[in-house]
T-cell receptor, first 113, second 114 residues
């Protein structure tokens, strides 16, 4: 299995809703990442997990809450989002001991209304 | 701090023509270097990477890139463009440390003219 699977592919949520994005990989990668990508822009790093521990938080607002329940799963919990949070959210994974490049999922297209 | 610069936000070539997408990095220590491709409404796919060793790196879909330390460059080329190559291309760099950030360039949109 050489894929990173993200669900759902599309999500529309109101500003008072709580929702979660899910990411799963079975490549044995011990580093996992959340990126946010706005249209016509490069991905922006949000969080990095290494060996299931949060190692990097790029000053992301607390309305985004990451969770890594085990080495294969990564969640992003969403609460009280703003319309400007609408974007493509990408999950990625990589080996933790050397950065030989990420494997990206296909993303969740999030629209906040 | 490391940075990646992609020259040209939009490149247009004719089908069958040479594709050249430019990338320069700024780092006193050569980093790991990557090219990713992104098709509309999809994630990023790794085209090729340079870590150590041979400076000419071959990737998927007929693409290759050459690492030139003296020019701090990692330009992406393909001898003959296909319509299916139309996409957004990102150059990226990382340092050697574990689980570190990948720094992305701003991207180059490649269009192919029939």
């Amino acid at each position: 299995d050489t894929e990173v699977t993200q669900t759902p592919k599309h999500l529309v949520m109101g500003m008072t809703n709580k929702k979660s994005l899910k990411c799963e990989q079975h490549m044995g990668h011990r580093a996992m990442y959340w990126y946010k990508q706005k249209a016509k822009k490069p991905p922006e790093l949000m969080f990095v997990y290494s060996y299931e521990k949060l190692s990097i938080n790029e000053s992301v607002p607390s309305r985004f809450s990451p969770e890594c329940p085990n080495s294969s799963l990564l969640n992003l919990h969403l609460h009280a989002l703003q319309p400007e949070d609408s974007a493509l959210y990408l999950c990625a994974s990589s080996q933790a001991d050397r950065n030989y490049g990420y494997t990206f999922g296909s993303g969740t297209r999030l629209t906040v209304v | 701090a490391q940075s990646v610069t992609q020259l040209g936000s939009h490149v247009s070539v004719s089908e069958g023509a040479l594709v050249l997408l430019r990338c320069n990095y700024s780092s006193s220590v050569p980093p790991y270097l990557f090219w990713y491709v992104q098709y509309p409404n999809q994630g990023l796919q790794l085209l090729l990477k340079y870590t150590t060793g041979a400076t000419l790196v071959k990737g998927i879909n007929g693409f290759e890139a050459e690492f030139k330390k003296s020019e701090t460059s990692f330009h992406l080329t393909k001898p003959s463009a296909h319509m299916s190559d139309a996409a957004e291309y990102f150059c990226a760099a990382s340092d050697y440390s574990s689980a570190s950030k990948i720094i992305f360039g701003s991207g180059t949109r490649l269009s192919i003219r029939p």
